[in-house]
Nanobody, 122 residues
Framework: VQLQASGGGLVQAGGSLRLSCVTS????????MGWFRQAPGKEREFVAA????????YYADSVKGRFTISRDNAKNTVVLQMNSLKPEDTAVYYC????????????????WGQGTLVTVSS
């Protein structure tokens, strides 16, 4: 499975960005998807995840109520809608895929995209 993330950029605090992740190479079926982020000098951290059916989602406390993860299996796409962005959201955002139920640890994901940079100015 290849993952291609896009949609990052520079935005002012309080603004919004929409990240997309398109998968290819193998069937998307049965894969849960996650978004992680890594700020300079920090470890990669979990942001959000969604199951294969899209019926269950999970968010880090730091983004709950501001970010929304969704997927369109027909288009092999996962989207992270980010609203009310804060400077502390600045990071490289990665999408990831894993077979089965969603996870919140980076080590549990089998496939990773290349990352897209999100910068939130104050």
């Amino acid at each position: 499975v290849q993952l291609q993330a896009s949609g990052g950029g520079l935005v002012q605090a309080g603004g919004s960005l929409r990240l997309s992740c398109v998968t290819s190479g193998r069937t998307f079926s049965g894969y849960s998807m996650g978004w992680f982020r890594q700020a300079p000098g920090k470890e990669r951290e979990f942001v959000a995840a969604i199951t294969w059916s899209g019926g269950s989602t999970y968010y880090a406390d730091s983004v709950k109520g501001r970010f929304t993860i969704s997927r369109d299996n027909a288009k092999n796409t996962v989207v992270l809608q980010m609203n009310s962005l804060k400077p502390e959201d600045t990071a490289v955002y990665y999408c990831a895929a894993r077979r089965g139920s969603y996870g919140t640890t980076s080590g549990s994901y089998h496939y990773w995209g290349q990352g897209t940079l999100v910068t939130v100015s104050s």
